[in-house]
Each structure stands twice: as C-alpha cells, then as structure tokens.
C-alpha cells in the first residue's frame, strides 16, 4: 500500500513530505476537509488510509 513506510497516523510534516508541499498547504488542507484529519489536542493528526483515499481521489479527478 501507499506510505508503508510510515506509521498509520500521519503528522502535518510528515504528510507534507508524502505530498511535496509546504506545512501552511497541508493546514488549509485539512482546515478545509479536503484531507479528513482529527485533532486530539493541538496537533492534526491523519491516517494513513485517508491520505491514501485523498491522493487517489485526485489522481481520479485529474483523469476525468
């Protein structure tokens, strides 16, 4: 599967080397719901399967 070389809850710096982009991008992101993220205390949080559904649905909404 993707990512298998990370943990199955990914962090805002982690996710942000995943996808090539900056940190502020990846917030707006998950601010937004265009990644499903969580937020225990201060810090989001995401599962590895949900960065995975948002990368592959991009990958869909480029093809179409």
């Given at each position: 599967t ?11 710096p ?5 996808l090539k982009?900056?940190r502020?991008q ?6 937004s719901g265009q ?8 810090d989001?949080?995401v599962?590895r399967?949900?960065?995975a ?7 869909q909404?480029v093809?179409k």
């Amino acid at each position: 599967t993707m990512f298998e070389s990370y943990d199955d809850i990914l962090t805002v710096p982690e996710i942000a080397e995943i996808l090539k982009i900056g940190r502020t991008q990846v917030y707006k992101m998950l601010k937004s719901g265009q990644i499903k993220g969580f937020k225990p205390g201060k810090d989001w949080k995401v599962s590895r399967q949900a960065l995975a559904e948002y990368v592959l649905s991009q990958n869909q909404a480029v093809k179409k």
